[in-house]
């Protein structure tokens, strides 16, 4: 750890303990036990103005009183001793202090009164601070457990090059024990807690040009400082140091809250999704996931060779192999099976391939010949990115002889090679562990870890927009309105005419029967739900009628509403319906998304996300991953749309969220047309919300105003 920041934070020469306890067995007693144990070379400094000695070791009444600036404090007071140590340290020029304490935003008004006298204390600078509310910053090859997780009594924890930043203090606890247990070793860990000040992004980043650290894995609970975690993602692709997160807050609260479809398909949980993966860090869906992933991504990230998430499986035991192929195609991982050449090869060597798409050596297997033959042959075939040996009973009992050929054939060149540990084997998991070698001891952490593993893309370098301000109030615009801004992108909109109810009809239209007459007005952005809608209308008498029953239905299924204006629009057909939108997250910035359209959104909720801005290329990856772009594109000898068009409004609709002035928080095209390849795109409805400070469009107001 080359940089200032990071000799402070992790390689310290002095660190004051202030607060702490003489009874070891106390959270504020335990880093100073933790630090003898761990053998930290450095000087500790002991701070307690109550006891001249703390734990056999003398104390000194204030940091002031120390004969020797320290690099870092700990500081384990309550909150407002902790505060009041806080300036303390920014007098003296203490570059780092970490905080244990609570009591601060989750605290009620005294809390609140807390905060705003530690953001005083921040902005006046001077030092950097990890918390309130962490349970502490651990550097394994340093001794530096400056911790009080009682995990760190463990003795003997294994190190290795893994760093891990934590919005969780406990986590860390358990990330150690089962790491531990798995011969997993780690570098670093740091709790950040609230992230008041240093974020786990910068803390990370602090990290990247030290050689003993290889990878990351982080366990976050929030999108916050999301810049600063982009920024560290790109720099540790740059290195070639993976990273590997924990995402917790699966949670539909946001989506259940949003005005539009695109709101609801991009829900908390799938923004931090495609954040994730356009930062390049590879996501998991499990705890356990999380720990046994990172030897096969810092494998993965290692190889030259561009990979496409084809597994080759090879097994002593069907039933298990089994049962990891079924958890991996849960997870969209190819299984795929060997090719004629291949087998070919598995047959000279003396070894039956069968036909299926798994190589099931049965009892054969167990032999190292056997075994190590088809991994040698598997791991050069072309057709695999991985080759994951199922390894059933020996694996217990004579490790020996069932996981050397896996270690033996992963350490050479060619595809990765990983274990999946059908029976509880854990000498054989901590010999795999101990050479690096990927292993997995449950089917749902094996299916778990390799799609995050092979799906995992490196970070666009494109800065993606980041949030505003944006948090006050905002207006729906009504469905006229909403196309008079998105007609700025040349997008192109259905023809269409706003009419006033209680206004004479026109004598005629401009633009041809058939029409569908729809309810405008802002307060009603879903206006099928409200029987604001009538489709069909071929004439002068029927659009009357239309309109006197919208106004009937809608003033019946609101409460009395009343309707004033209607949006005739000549009527269109395509050859599918998609859905293109955005909307701005309060912590990643615009959201971009594509989906099946019309009745078929929430149904199917079939839809490809990017961070704004996104370019052609961008566009057409999103439609390749859209199901429904198969229907598009010919399937089954059909005709093909526009696909090229549509592209062209992904990309207009993204210059309209990262577009200047606009104070757009939300924006969508529910149906746009896709018409057959050479006719482009068609919006046939729309919905716009905007801050209410903003005037981003004048609602019409004409009596009749006709667009086309």
């Not at 630090?35 to 001249?52: K, T």
């Not at 996931?289 to 990979?307: D, T, Y």
């Not at 995050?452 to 207006?475: E, I, K, N, V």
Request: aromatic share 4%.
């Amino acid at each position: 750890m080359v940089n200032e920041l990071a000799n402070a934070l992790l390689n310290p020469r002095r660190v004051a303990l202030v607060g702490v306890s003489d009874d070891p067995s106390r959270t504020s007693g335990r880093p100073l036990q933790f630090l003898r144990r761990a053998g930290f070379a450095g000087e500790v400094q002991v701070v307690n103005p109550r006891r001249e000695t703390v734990q056999g070791e003398k104390a000194f009444p204030s940091l002031s009183a120390l004969p020797d600036r320290p690099d870092h404090a700990f500081i384990l007071t309550d909150a407002d001793k902790a505060l009041d140590a806080l300036e303390e340290c920014q007098a003296l020029g203490v570059p780092v202090a970490t905080m244990l304490s609570a009591g601060f935003a989750e605290s009620g008004a005294k809390g609140a009164a807390n905060e705003a006298r530690l953001a005083a204390i921040l902005s006046r600078g001077g030092i950097r601070l990890v918390g309130p509310s962490s349970i502490g910053v651990v550097n394994l090859h340093a001794g530096l457990t400056l911790t009080a997780n009682a995990a760190f009594a463990e003795p003997d924890l294994p190190r290795g090059g893994i760093f891990v930043g934590s919005h969780s203090g406990s986590l860390i606890g358990a990330l150690v024990s089962r790491g531990k247990r798995k011969g997993i070793g780690f570098a670093g860990l740091v709790s950040v807690g609230a992230e008041t000040d240093l974020s786990i992004g910068e803390i990370c980043a602090a990290t990247l040009d030290d050689p003993k650290v290889t990878s990351y894995m982080l366990f976050l609970e929030t999108m916050r400082h999301a810049e600063a975690l982009r920024a560290f993602a790109i720099a540790a692709a740059e290195r070639g140091k993976p990273v590997a997160a924990f995402k917790l807050g699966r949670s539909d609260e946001a989506a259940e809250l949003a005005v539009s479809h695109t709101g609801s398909l991009a829900g908390a949980d799938e923004v931090a999704d495609i954040f994730l993966k356009e930062c390049g860090i590879a996501r998991v869906e499990s705890f356990e996931g999380l720990i046994e992933v990172m030897p096969l991504l810092e494998r993965v990230a290692a190889s030259p060779v561009p990979r496409r998430g084809r597994v080759g499986v090879v097994t002593t035991t069907g039933g298990g192999a089994a049962m990891a192929v079924d958890r991996m195609a849960l997870q969209g991982v190819d299984v795929v099976p060997a090719s004629d050449q291949t087998r070919d090869r598995l047959r000279a060597a003396g070894v039956d391939p069968g036909h299926g798409r798994i190589i099931d050596l049965t009892l054969a297997g167990t032999r190292y010949d056997v075994m190590k033959a088809t991994l040698d042959i598997l791991r050069t075939a072309p057709e695999f990115d991985l080759v994951l040996a199922s390894v059933g009973s020996s694996a217990r009992f004579n490790p020996e002889l069932a996981v050397q050929p896996v270690l033996d054939a992963a350490a050479e060149p060619g595809s990765p090679v990983a274990a999946f540990l059908v029976p509880d084997a854990p000498e054989a998991a901590r010999l795999l562990a101990r050479s690096g070698v990927p292993a997995f001891q449950t089917p749902e952490t094996c299916g778990d870890a390799v799609a995050a593993a092979l799906h995992r893309r490196l970070p666009r370098r494109t800065a993606p927009l980041m949030p505003g301000q944006g948090d006050g109030p905002s207006d729906v615009l009504d469905e006229a309105a909403s196309y008079a801004l998105l007609a700025k992108t040349g997008l192109p909109v259905a023809p269409h005419l706003v009419l006033y109810v209680d206004a004479p009809l026109p004598d005629a239209l401009p633009f041809d029967w058939p029409v569908v007459v729809k309810v405008l007005d802002a307060a009603i952005p879903h206006k099928t739900d409200a029987g604001g809608v009538v489709l069909g209308v071929t004439d002068r008498q029927a659009l009357a009628d239309a309109m006197a029953t919208i106004r009937a239905r809608v003033a019946e299924r609101t409460g009395g509403h009343q309707v004033r204006r209607v949006l005739v629009q000549q009527m269109a057909r395509g050859l599918g319906e998609v859905l293109i939108g955005f909307r701005r997250d309060p912590q990643v910035g615009h959201i971009v998304v594509l989906a099946a359209g019309g009745i078929y959104t929430e149904l199917y909720r079939d839809s490809a996300m990017r961070l704004a801005p996104v370019d052609r290329t961008g566009a057409e990856e999103m439609i390749g991953e859209l199901k429904f772009s198969r229907v598009l594109d010919g399937f089954r000898g059909g005709p093909k749309g526009d696909l090229a068009a549509l592209a062209d409004a992904i990309v207009a609709v993204s210059q309209l969220a990262t577009s200047g002035g606009t104070g757009i928080e939300e924006a969508e095209i529910n149906p746009l047309f896709v018409l057959p390849r050479g006719h482009g795109v068609l919006a046939i409805d729309a919905l716009v919300r905007v801050e209410a400070t903003r005037d981003a469009a004048a609602p019409a107001g004409a009596m009749t105003e006709a667009v086309e």
